[in-house]
Structure formats: structure tokens, C-alpha cells
């Protein structure tokens, strides 16, 4: 059914609101009152000269046009109290009662709100007289002094002063002035980067919308009178995705959820501006709806449909949207009329729309109005042109294009919109590689080859090359201070005769960069500049030219210039076919910002493991010795591809580049050390990073081994112990992390790469090695495909993919583990899908973050039933709705009746915090271990009728420390709880552990270790999953 849609008000947000409504298909008119030329007539919009001031008369015209929908862009209204009076009329309004608008409305009122949340905010004082308030600027010493004061039309009136006599006399005008009211609150002037944070909420969930920076000075170089707003662009590339979270989680989400505790929910769109100061981020204000003009760049942005979302934060279930977001910037530059912000003329016609919107962008209108069908300036602000581009550059550039072809009167505009952000850019170390600029070209040393400059990198300093692989660096442009350089060499060895086999010469040039880059970032260092040797017998133009243009893309991607090449035909010293390919990289880091962090290591560290498939060195000498003995060739299909990729394009997966994404963190301080381990084993690649004086244990069900590892283990003979020293078994690379920060990383990371924490490092007396890899063979089992490749003809047909088992999460609000099943779920290869969260709980924050990763979620509160059989009828009603195969408790705290665990027997999991011990009958005490025990921990098991938990199915546990408080060690297994969970749910997914008719735990035999000969299957029943732990030179652990 299609609806019809009122919004009120007659600037650019409000024609952006209506532009962006209008494309709903749920839609079928939006009428804007009162509207401006641009919301005339266009489309299915159209203008109404309903008296939008009579609450009254908007119920009426509502009722009597089937509005279903009202949405109150001007605040003044919404302080008014329009949408309690709609809403007491039955009319749908989108946006905050009168007494939640207050926030915005009345600064005294806001700043005591933050005050008594705890919230930060600039210092701040709030007064009735002008001599109080002179008394508080004297005796103040703050950089500037902010004055706001409430006027008419809930607008605030703000003055800013750089000295105490200026402030003095400011706050002595708006006392004389009552048309500014009785009071005034003066502030301190923050100083630091400002930008404005927007969410739609239902008065208990927020979905931020990405962070926007509005110019509010009239001229360029943040010059002239403070305005409403010249222009704004969003997303904020100064702003870190962390620091996103924190302002979502601690400061919208804490004062939605502080209104609401005062009684008072807000349901609308609420914008926070902020100052990130080097104290932290502090609040400057409110508004109750999207300021202008940063509504105008946010909605630019916005794929989800606007209706939909509205209508969900109406219906309470906003919970249950995540909206998406076009992946460039968009830049809305303002038009004003001559004289703005102060008094301006008007009447002026306004001419170039079209051509305006011929290059692609929107036009939306403010002050205008159509007279004897010209479009004429009726107020300050008059266009708003919004471009939407790759990236923020190029975004400014055709907005500003757009401005040029508008012409009227006086007409004033800033053409540096987003300056802040493109210095930040441009800098040479900025976080956005993509936007460096190089100018680096050479010459090939061989005639005969085409004469196309080498090219491109990413770097600036590089200059145009001497001739041959010489070339020109200045390294004062490249923007270091006192660097020191660092320089690496490497070739492929003999990775290049398969590619040479295969005739795959594509990926050959990113492995050889990136290992080059990587061996860089090992010192912290950033690449500057490539330079590579390719040698042959007899010269192929269209080989070598697949190389060049590799290793050139490879370098953009790096963020360094390809300065040069030489290319050497040596006639008799390679077959036909074959060549040496070998790379030489320089790359340099600030003094004193090495990562050297050999003698940094402590026990305790994290070790955080990076993904890549790749395998180098002499890895691909066992290659090469396995393909040998195989019935296999380069062409057959490769192990779990289906038949998408052969076994030569997996055994070609080239090295992982890192430098881009890893380069910030290495640089943050918060990382010891960093070892890129492509080239070497899992073992001594780790080693490299460890003192003789520690140790590190390794859980290799910690993260996914790519199945060609697991082909290898098999198809070779090969033991876990020779995997772990020749493979790296899925891991490109491991940093080094102290335990507190490794969370805070890792999360960092897995924005770019996918990354899981592997290990950790422990004194020589826990582990006989330098480096232990547990759970190897078991891991190699699990992700191993159905059957070695050599079985059959070596033409066999691709194994079908496997069917992922439907999960589904139940909370109470109290667990900390969905996270990282919804990590685990997510990986490739992964067993388990989750299909559905169920809370015993309304508003807790596993709701918000299953919505956010489009896991569909219900509520059902146990308070709403007369029993509990009542409840688990439902529940089970609503598992059987999502054809739900198995259920994992994530701090459930509801006891489930035996009626509901009798019908899920053997298909719930949940994780105790303590070791359970093997007992006959699979249950034990869940209380942790007292004094005395010198290791704890957490295990998952089956869910079986009370009382206490079911067979174990999977243990980990956690060493007690001296001086470990109970505190500390309670965070400790809950970390472990969320290593653990995951593992069993892939374990019972894939069907290598299940529930016994006995009561036990039954395993299938090839899912524990090699099969023995003559044996056909079938299960092994066991009380537990875990072996009995054992003594181990004093530590008690499971093996």
C-alpha cells in the first residue's frame, strides 16, 4: 500500500527529506509545507500552503489528504509540542515529544542534563543576571567564552568572545535583550576538530548514521561571521572507526538511554556536535533533527530506504535495521544570498539549474520560490549542491563545478568545503593510501620492449627515473623529519616453476612486493620506493609485461613507487620458459619508531595471527615433493574450490600486503612486534619474534587453516609436526600484543584483514618448545574436505559445498561470547550459520549488535508468560519458525524446563566457566576452582535435563597467576569462553562430535586422528571431549 507523507518546513533539509522519501516505492506523494521552489513540483512532490504554526489545522489537513506519515524537519515546531498534539490526534509524526526537543531548544537545560549523566561537556555556567555572569567570565581562565541564550522560535543564539571584555559585553546585550529570555549559559571555547554525529532512534536503540563536518564561517579559510552552516561533507576521514563506536556506545546511546530513564523517550533523529580536544571527545550541543547542511550530504549517502527506517523507529524496531551506506564522500556547498548572515536581499532570479544537475548532482533548495515560473531567492541560504564521489577530492571539485554554473545576484559561497580533511589526506603518512599521489616514470633498459613509463606507485618524493632500474628519490618530500632508512631484497625461489608450469605469471609480482613490504613493516618501516631484476634466457615480451604491470599495481597498493627495473636476456643460462625474478625495496621509519621488539616480549602477550593462503620458501619444496607422488596436476580442481579454482591457482595464492592497513596500528604504539611468516614454517616464523628466555603456545582451532594446508597434511603423509615447521598453515604474518590492548587490536585490524588471536606467550616451563602448536591435527581434520583429491581419477568431479547448520544465539543480556560466534560463523569453511538471537530481555546490547549484523532477533520476555511452560512453548514455537539445528546458550540465565531440553536433546550447547572433571555421568559442579588450583578455565558441553551441565565437549583452560584478583581472572575465562564456544559449535556443526544415546559424548573416529587399518568409522563414546588434564612442570593443563 502506498502512502502519503507531510514535511514540514521550507529549507534544504527539508527538501533533501522530501528527495530522499519520494524514492521509497512505498510512497506515493510527499507534500512539504510550505515548502520552496525546489519541492514544488517534482516528481511525487508537491508543495501545501497548509498553516503549519495551527496544530489544529495540520491534524485536519492529515486527516482529510491520509497522511500516514509526519516528519517535523523545523525544531522550533517540535519544541512547540506538534508531534504530541498529532500523535494525541492518531496522526504517525516522526520525532521527539515537546519535552525531549527541550534538549536542543534550551542550552541551561541540556548542560544540566549532561551534568547529571556524567557526560563530558565544556565548563560552563548558567545565569539570570548580567552581573552574575560577568563574575563568572572574570574569574574564569578559558581560551574564549561561548555565550547561548534561548530566543524566539527555539533558536539559540550564540556569541563567541576571545577576551573577558568582549565576553562581558556580549552577555550584558542578551540580559538587555529579552527577546533572548531570562537566562544565559556561558562556556568554555573548545578547541580541537568539530563534528556533528547523528543517529535515528525508537527511544531504546540507536543506528548512528556516518559522522558529517559542517563549515559554519561565512567566508573561506574558516573566515567572517559565524552562519548556520556553508557546506558540510561526510563522511569525516579524520575520524577512526574506533572512536566511532566509542561516541556511538557513550554518548548517543547513554543519552537516549538517560532520557529515557527521566521518563522521557525520544523517538527521532538526534544530531550531537562534538569536539574531539586533546582531553577526549566533548559534547558542544544538540539539535532534534538533521542540522542543514549536513542532513543534506548524510542523506546523499543513504541506500536504505527512509520510509522503512522511519517507519521502524516508530514501531519500536529499530533493533532490527541496519541500514547500508554508498562507500564514497559526499560535498554540499551552500549558496547564499548577498549580506548573509546578517540582513540580505532578495527577489533575485536564479539561473544554470540545469546545468547544474547535467553534471550529476543534486541541487536542493532553501530560500527560493517560483514567481511567474522563474525560481527567485527568498532567503540567506538559497542552494545547497551535493556531489557524491569516489573520494572526498574529487567530490569538492564537482561540487564546486556545479556552483559555477548557478549564477544570481550577490551570490556567496566557500569553494574549500572539507579542507580539514584533505590536508589530513595529503599528508604522507595519512591513513588513505588510495589518495597519494606519485609522479614516478622510467625508462626500460632492453629497445625492443614497449617504451610505457615503469609507473606508478603511490609515493610521493619519487622522481623521473635516470635510465635502466636507476631512479630519483627525494626523501624530504616524502614528509619524514629524521628517518632512518631500511632496505630488503627477495625473490620467489622456486614458486616461479609453478607458475611457469601453469602459465600464470599474473599474481608473481604482488607475492614479490609484498614480501618485500612485509619484511619492512617487521621494523615498523614504511616502503618508499621498488626496484626489481628480471633475468631470462630467451626474452617473452608478453610474460615480462605481465610482470611489470603486477608489480606496478602491486606498489599503488603498497603506497610506494615502482622507481625501476632491469630486465637481463642471458642466452643459456634458462630453459625455454623459465626466469629469475627478484625484487629490491627501500622503505624507512622515524628515529626512534623502530619495532624492535625482540627483548619487549612478556609473558602474558597475545599473539594476534593474520590470514593468507599463500605458501613461499620451503614450504614449496614440500610442495613440489607431494605434487611428485600425487596423480595430480596443476589443472585438477583444487581441494573445496568446486571446481572454481585449480590446485596450480591455490598453490599460486600470493602473500597477503599489509602495509596499508597494518602500517597505522605497528605505528600506535600498542604493537611489540610484527613477523611476516609467509616465506617460513608456523614455527619459525613465530620464533623469530621470541626471546630464548619465552615460550609461546599455539591453538590451531583458533583460526581457519585453508583447506590446501589440509590437502597437503593428507595427500603428503605429513605429521602435525612437519606442518608446523614447514607450512605456515593459513598465518601470513603474527604481531605481537600485550594482553590488555590485544582486544582493542584486533578489532583495529579486522576492519582490513581478516585476523584472529592465536596464541599466547608463556615462560619456558609450560611447553617443551620454543613455539607448541596444540590442536594442529584436530584442526587439520576439521577443515579438511571429504576425501583426499587423489582419490579416483584425477579428473574427479568437484565435491558439492557443504550445508551450514542453523544456529541460533540465546541471551539474557549477561554473556560477552555472540561476538565472537558471529566472527565465527562468518568465516569461509565455517559449519554453522546463525540464523536468529533470542533475549529473555528487551534493549540489551546483543540485540543491537546481531540487528547490526543482519541476524534477524525476538525478544521473548518471560514476565509476559504464566509459566514456564508457556515460555518455552513459545520459544520453541519461534526456534521451529527459523528451522533452528542447534542452540548455544550466551549467557542464557533462564532455566529451561525438561519437557524443552527432552525435544533439544543433544542440540544445545553452553559454556561453564570452570573445568568441569570426567565424571561417569558428564555432570559436575560449575564452581570455580578455590585456593590452591593452579589453573582454571572454561568448558563447553550439552545441555541435558537438570541438574548440572551435560557432557563436556570442549575444554580450555586458563592458568591462575600469583596475585591473579578475582576480578582479573573472571575477564580472563570469559575471553576463554569466547575462544571455546565457537570451536564446539563448529565441532557438533560438522558433525565430528554429537550426543550418545548413553548420555555421552561420540566422535567420529576420523574427526580424532588417522584411522587405523581396517577401520570403517563409526563413533567413539567418551564422558568428555578433553582429555584428563595432566601435570606439566607444575602447570596443571589440558592437553
Known sequence: MAHRVLVIGSGGREHALAWKLAQSPHIKHVFVAP????????????????????????????????????????????????????????????????????????????????????????????????????????????????????????????????????????????????????????????????????????????????????????????????????GAYCPVPQVPEALLEQIQGEILQRIVDGLRQEGTAYVGVLQTSLMLTKEGVKILNFKCQFGDPQCQAILALLETDLYEMLEAALKGQLCHTVPTWHQGTAVCVVMASQGYPRQHSTGHEVTGLPQAQALGLQVFHGGTALKDGRVVTTGGRVLSITAVREDLLEALGDANRGVATIHFQGATYRRDIGHRGLRLLQQPLALMYRERRVEATTRDVLPHLPQAPVVSGTRAGSRSALGGSAGFFDLKASGYDDPILVAQTKDLGTKLQIAQVCKRHDTIGQDLVALCANALLAQGAEPLFFLSHFACGKLDAEVTETLQEGIAEACRSAGCAFLGREVSEVPGWFPTGEFALSGFVVGAVERGQELLGLQRAEEGDVLLGLACPAIHGRGVGAVQRVLLASPLQPCSPAPGSAGHTTLGEALLSPARMYSPSLLPVLRSGHVKAFAPIAEEGLVGGIARILPEHLSAILDALSWKIPEIFCWLYKEGNLSAEEMAQTFPCGIGAVLLVQQDLAQHVLRTICRQEQAWPIGRVVSPGHTGAHVEVQNLEAALQLSSPQGSLSDGAPEARPQPARRRVRVAVLVSGTGTTLSALMGDTREPGSRAQLVLLISSRAGVEELRNAARAGIPTRVIDPKLFGSRAEFDSTLDHVLEEFSVELICLAGFVRVLSSPFLRKWRGKILSASPSLLPLVKDGNAPQEPPQGGFKVTGCTVHFVLEPPGPGPAIHREPVAVRAGDSAELLSERVRDAESRALPTALQLVASGAVSLAPDGTVCWKRESRGAALPGDKGGCESCPTAAPEPQERDGLRTGQ
Not at 81 to 92: F, H, K, S, T, W
Not at 96 to 105: E, V
Not at 170 to 184: I, L, P, S, T
Request: aromatic share 6%; proline share 5%.
Open 35 to 230: 515548502g520552496n521552489a525546489g519541492t514544488a513540483a517534482s516528481g511525487k512532490i508537491s508543495n501545501s500552503a497548509v498553516l503549519v504554526s495551527n496544530h489544529t489545522i495540520v491534524t485536519q489537513f492529515c486527516k482529510d489528504h491520509n497522511i500516514g506519515l509526519v516528519l517535523v524537519g523545523e525544531e522550533a515546531l517540535l519544541a512547540a509540542g506538534i508531534v504530541d498534539d498529532l500523535r494525541a490526534a492518531g496522526v504517525g509524526c516522526f520525532g521527539p515529544c515537546a519535552k525531549a526537543a527541550q534538549l536542543a531548544s534550551k542550552p541551561s537545560l541540556s548542560k544540566a542534563f549532561l551534568a547529571r549523566h556524567g557526560m563530558p561537556t565544556a565548563r560552563w555556567g548558567a545565569f539570570r543576571s548580567a552581573q552574575e555572569a560577568c563574575r563568572f567570565i572574570i574569574s574564569s581562565e578559558f581560551p574564549g567564552w561561548v555565550l547561548r541564550a534561548h530566543g524566539p522560535s527555539a533558536r539559540t543564539e550564540v556569541t563567541i568572545a576571545t577576551s573577558k571584555e568582549d565576553a562581558c559585553r556580549a552577555a550584558q546585550e542578551v540580559m538587555q535583550d529579552r527577546m533572548f529570555g531570562e537566562m544565559v549559559v556561558i562556556e568554555e571555547l573548545l578547541q580541537g576538530e568539530e563534528l556533528s554525529c547523528s543517529c535515528f532512534t525508537d527511544g531504546a536503540t540507536v543506528v548512528p548514521t556516518p559522522p558529517a563536518q559542517a563549515h559554519k564561517r561565512l567566508l573561506e579559510g574558516d573566515q567572517g561571521p559565524t552562519t548556520a552552516g556553508m
